[in-house]
């Protein structure tokens, strides 16, 4: 309250001592005779120096405008506030204020002021505050003031880096700042810097100015721009010169599959790194030269970081080389190296070449290996190409032989970096299309991993021919997949994932009906998928020997043991047990035909008439006594000896036979057959009939006759035989008896014991 003591239309009111309090928003009235009058517009009593940290205010790119023209200022801190403001100093004060964004590539919040038109007429003098929304009238201390220097002209210079813009750390640069003659002084400004850089009076005329870093660290690094004061003013400032330090690590550029891309067809670039690069950019060089940056990606597999870039579609003039280089975020012109350059060649649609190794893809350490691209096709030139490799190998092709043209690309001692996926190409001139690309071939190097796995086989070591085989390659140490190989052979090796069991890892490789070509020496390694080309030390040997295999020998033959060579052998072995099966069945069915056809004979003999009628003058046939029995009757003897007589159908002939063969060796009489023809002979009122005589006592045996009898019937009587097979007869030790119709010879006799069916056949003598 003030009581003026004079006529006046003020009052003052005065804060003797400025404290934080007294930071608001006033308002003031008086009164007069006639009453109070209204509050006056609301005065903001702003105290700074509240917060003690203070924001920087600088030129996004120089503090140098051109007359008219605008410009943009950055306010920033790091520290985080609601509010930043603008203000134009005396005598023509002017206020802007913004919300601030936070940078993660800087890890400020800043924020961004056009502030224009500028003209020379006003002086722009200008400082940054920053303030919290919860006390508006509580501001941070000042910024460092920033005087904008305005041009009448419009002309700018020029601004370079030798010897480039890429300098690697601890390295010299020189900036090198183009002017006019009568240039008086040179201004070198450094993005997100308030104060000039650097300032250069030339000693002598000149059109230029130098500015040298003689060893090149982090804080050089950024964004530059320069200009010159003349008797005409101040310049504009030149075009931004962004001034990288690149570190040591250097990533890795290549091309997926190949650098030999199909003309028309996209391709694939990977930038590939060890180091936490938060993004890469790929440039590619020569003609117009261009840039792409992406964010990384970590590739948990690996251990790595990388990006990948799609190009294309691809033409012959793609030009390149290319390049890449990771970069931080927080830091984006603190660069990795630049990778080695990438060729990218165009390929069409030549036939491809063919790729082996000698002496074969599995190598031990030390060893020497050449591989060797081969084509029909008279390439003039090849080149071998190593996957997630920058380059090509170039080789000229040479004619072998009329047809053939191959080149020859020695790798030396084999070491740990020589595994891996090669491919080569063919080409008629190192300027002209390449061919398409050859079959992949790996080369797997041994010994690289400190693990020994173990080999085992089941059901055994030895197997025969035809059964099933299980070779298991087990590791108590983690492996994520497990390689067979087979002494000998060209390509046998066999992948399988392996499977965590029994606190082991594994993997089964079976073999179904298996032949001699799979008899050899096994043995087994394992590979992990961080290092698939790098093995593991190999298993102790393993023999698989396979017996009873038709056409062996002792000589081992080697085959191919790969999955389509098993598949082979199994097709061949099913089509031979196919035709076995189908010829024993032709042979059994011709055997039951042969069977049914003796059974129809058999059943026709059955029926023949029993009237058997001697031939006129042919004399009754006479049995032979065997000599001493120890049974009285004969046929209990022959049928202990189990003797049967032998019927068997023949062509109506007037004899009957009885054949016999006799056992050579002395004593024993072996198989004895008898061959009874049957046959059908009328003759009125006869039967043959059969009389057994008993031989007591061991006496001699009597003369046995058939005795006529006088058939009761005048129909034919079938007669059935029996077969006589099998029979071992002795020799009796006795004397030889005495008979009484005169001496007999002194061998065995034989006895065919014929047995009727027929209903009204003689009874057997049951004796």
Same mark, same amino acid.
């Given at each position: 309250?003030?009581?003026?003591?004079?006529?006046g239309n003020?009052?003052?009111?005065?804060?003797?001592?400025?404290?934080w309090?007294?930071?608001?928003?006033?308002?003031?009235n008086y009164?007069? /005779?006639?009453? %109070? !009058? =209204?509050? +006056? @517009? #609301? *005065?903001? $009593?702003v &105290?700074?120096?509240?917060?003690?940290?203070?924001p920087?205010?600088?030129?996004?790119y120089?503090p140098a405008?051109a007359?008219?023209g605008?410009i943009v200022?950055?306010?920033v801190?790091?520290?985080?506030?609601?509010?930043f403001?603008?203000?134009?100093?005396e005598?023509?004060?002017?206020s802007w204020t913004?919300?601030?964004q936070y940078?993660?590539?800087?890890?400020q919040?800043?924020?961004?002021?056009s502030?224009?038109?500028?003209?020379?007429?006003?002086?722009?003098?200008?400082?940054?505050y920053?303030?919290?929304l919860r006390? /508006?009238?509580? %501001? !941070? =201390?000042? +910024? @460092? #003031? *920033?005087? $904008?220097? &305005?041009?009448?002209?419009h002309?700018?210079?020029t601004?370079?880096?030798?010897p480039?813009?890429?300098?690697a750390?601890?390295?010299?640069?020189?900036?090198?700042?183009?002017?006019?003659?009568?240039?008086?002084?040179?201004?070198?400004?450094?993005?997100?810097?308030?104060?000039?850089?650097d300032?250069?009076?030339p000693?002598e005329?000149?059109d230029?100015?130098?500015?040298?870093i003689?060893?090149?660290?982090?804080?050089?690094?950024?964004?530059?721009?320069?200009?010159?004061?003349?008797p005409?003013?101040?310049?504009?400032?030149?075009?931004?010169?962004?001034l990288?330090m690149t570190?040591?690590?250097k990533?890795?550029?290549?091309?997926?599959?190949s650098p030999?891309?199909?003309?028309g067809?996209?391709m694939?670039?990977?930038?590939?790194?060890?180091h936490?690069y938060?993004?890469?950019?790929?440039?590619?060089?020569?003609?117009q030269?261009?840039?792409?940056s992406q964010?990384?990606q970590?590739?948990?597999?690996?251990?790595?970081?990388?990006?990948?870039f799609?190009?294309?579609?691809?033409?012959?003039?793609?030009?390149?080389?290319?390049?890449?280089?990771?970069?931080?975020?927080?830091?984006p012109?603190?660069?990795?190296?630049?990778?080695?350059?990438?060729?990218?060649?165009?390929?069409?649609?030549?036939?491809e070449?063919?790729?082996l190794?000698?002496?074969?893809?599995?190598?031990?350490?030390?060893?020497?290996v050449?591989?060797?691209?081969?084509?029909?096709?008279?390439?003039?030139?090849f080149?071998l190409?190593?996957?997630?490799?920058?380059?090509?190998?170039?080789s000229?092709?040479?004619q072998?032989q009329?047809?053939?043209?191959?080149?020859?690309f020695?790798l030396?001692?084999?070491?740990?970096h020589?595994?891996?996926?090669?491919r080569c190409?063919?080409a008629?001139s190192?300027?002209s299309?390449?061919?398409?690309p050859?079959?992949?071939?790996?080369?797997l190097?041994?010994?690289?991993?400190?693990?020994?796995?173990?080999?085992?086989v089941?059901p055994?070591?030895?197997?025969?021919s035809?059964?099933n085989?299980?070779?298991?390659?087990?590791?108590?140490?983690?492996?994520?997949?497990?390689?067979?190989?087979?002494?000998?052979?060209?390509?046998?090796q066999l992948?399988?994932?392996?499977k965590?069991?029994?606190?082991?890892?594994?993997a089964?490789?079976?073999?179904?009906?298996?032949?001699?070509?799979?008899r050899?020496?096994?043995?087994?390694?394992?590979?992990?998928?961080?290092?698939?080309?790098?093995?593991?030390?190999?298993?102790a040997?393993?023999?698989?020997?396979?017996?009873?295999s038709s056409?062996?020998?002792s000589t081992q033959?080697t085959?191919?043991?790969?999955?389509a060579?098993?598949e082979t052998?199994?097709?061949?072995?099913i089509?031979?047990?196919?035709?076995?099966l189908?010829?024993?069945?032709?042979?059994?069915?011709?055997?039951?035909?042969?069977?049914?056809?003796?059974?129809?004979?058999?059943?026709?003999?059955?029926?023949?008439e029993?009237?058997?009628?001697l031939?006129?003058?042919?004399?009754?046939?006479?049995?032979r006594?065997?000599?001493p029995?120890?049974?009285s009757n004969p046929?209990?003897?022959?049928?202990?000896?189990?003797?049967?007589?032998?019927v068997?159908?023949t062509?109506?002939?007037?004899?009957?036979?009885?054949?016999?063969?006799?056992?050579?060796?002395?004593?024993?009489?072996?198989?004895?057959y008898?061959?009874?023809?049957?046959?059908?002979?009328?003759?009125a009122?006869?039967?043959?009939?059969?009389?057994?005589?008993?031989t007591?006592?061991?006496?001699?045996?009597?003369?046995?006759e058939?005795?006529r009898?006088?058939n009761?019937s005048?129909?034919?009587?079938d007669?059935?035989?029996?077969?006589?097979c099998?029979?071992?007869?002795?020799?009796g030790t006795a004397?030889?008896?005495?008979?009484?119709?005169?001496g007999l010879?002194?061998?065995?006799?034989v006895?065919a014991?014929?047995?009727s069916?027929?209903?009204?056949?003689v009874?057997?003598?049951?004796?």
């Open positions: 309250m003030q009581t003026l003591l004079e006529p003020k009052a003052k009111s005065s804060i003797p001592s400025l404290d309090s007294h930071a608001g928003r006033y308002r003031c009164q007069t /005779p006639a009453g %109070w !009058s =209204e509050f +006056s @517009d #609301p *005065l903001e $009593l &105290v700074t120096g509240y917060h003690y940290s203070k920087s205010l600088s030129a996004q120089s405008v007359s008219g605008n200022l950055q306010c801190s790091g520290h985080q506030y609601d509010r403001v603008l203000k134009k100093e005598p023509q004060e002017l913004l919300t601030p940078t993660y590539s800087t890890g919040y800043q924020a961004l002021f502030v224009g038109p500028v003209i020379p007429s006003q002086k722009w003098r200008l400082r940054c920053s303030y919290n006390s /508006p009238q509580l %501001w !941070s =201390e000042p +910024s @460092d #003031p *920033l005087e $904008l220097q &305005v041009s009448e002209t002309h700018k210079p601004i370079r880096a030798e480039s813009s890429v300098i750390s601890g390295s010299h640069v020189t900036i090198w700042c183009q002017g006019i003659l009568n240039a008086q002084e040179y201004i070198l400004q450094k993005e997100g810097s308030s104060a000039p850089w300032t250069q009076i000693m005329p000149g230029k100015a130098k500015f040298s003689s060893s090149m660290t982090e804080q050089y690094a950024g964004r530059y721009c320069c200009y010159y004061y003349s005409a003013g101040w310049t504009q400032c030149s075009d931004a010169l962004e990288v570190v040591h690590s990533p890795q550029l290549s091309a997926l599959p030999v891309v199909t003309s067809e996209n694939t670039l990977q930038c590939v790194s060890r936490g938060g993004g890469f950019t790929l440039t590619r060089e020569g003609g030269k261009t840039s792409t964010d990384s970590y590739l948990a597999s690996t251990g790595q970081f990388q990006a990948l799609t190009v294309g579609p691809v033409t012959p003039s793609i030009g390149g080389p290319f390049r890449c280089h990771g970069y931080y975020k927080r830091r012109q603190v660069w990795s190296q630049l990778s080695d350059p990438l060729e990218i060649h165009v390929s069409g649609q030549a036939k070449p063919s790729l190794t000698q002496p074969g893809p599995i190598l031990a350490p030390g060893e020497n050449t591989l060797q691209c081969s084509s029909d096709i008279s390439y003039n030139h080149a190409f190593k996957e997630k490799e920058t380059g090509l190998s170039y000229p092709g040479q072998l009329a047809g053939l043209f191959q080149a020859s020695p030396g001692p084999v070491r740990v020589t595994g891996g996926r090669y190409y063919g008629h190192l300027s299309e390449w061919s398409a050859s079959k992949a071939v790996d080369i190097v041994t010994g690289q991993l400190p693990v020994t796995p173990s080999l085992s089941k055994g070591h030895t197997v025969s035809g059964e085989v299980t070779l298991l390659c087990q590791s108590w140490s983690q492996m994520d997949s497990f390689l067979l190989l087979k002494k000998g052979a060209v390509h046998p992948y399988q994932r392996s965590f069991q029994d606190q082991q890892y594994k089964e490789f079976s073999m179904s009906a298996v032949t001699s070509a799979l050899g020496t096994y043995r087994c390694y394992g590979a992990r998928s961080s290092s698939p080309y790098q093995l593991s030390q190999p298993s040997p393993v023999e698989l020997v396979v017996s009873g056409g062996g020998s033959r085959g191919p043991s790969s999955t060579g098993l052998y199994q097709k061949i072995l089509g031979v047990s196919v035709t076995f189908l010829l024993l069945f032709l042979l059994i069915l011709f055997l039951l035909l042969l069977r049914h056809r003796c059974q129809g004979q058999q059943r026709k003999g059955a029926q023949t029993a009237n058997l009628h031939p006129t003058g042919t004399a009754e046939p006479v049995l006594d065997r000599g029995q120890k049974r046929v209990a003897a022959i049928q202990e000896e189990d003797l049967y007589a032998a068997k159908d062509q109506p002939e007037d004899n009957m036979e009885l054949d016999s063969w006799s056992q050579t060796e002395e004593g024993t009489q072996g198989e004895t008898a061959q009874v023809n049957s046959f059908r002979i009328q003759r009122g006869a039967v043959m009939s059969r009389e057994f005589l008993d007591k006592d061991g006496q001699s045996g009597e003369d046995r058939m005795d009898q006088p009761t005048e129909e034919p009587q007669v059935t035989y029996a077969q006589l099998n029979m071992t007869l002795r020799r004397a030889p008896p005495s008979s009484k119709a005169g010879p002194e061998e065995p006799s006895y014991a014929l047995a069916t027929h209903p009204h056949a009874p057997r003598d049951t004796e």
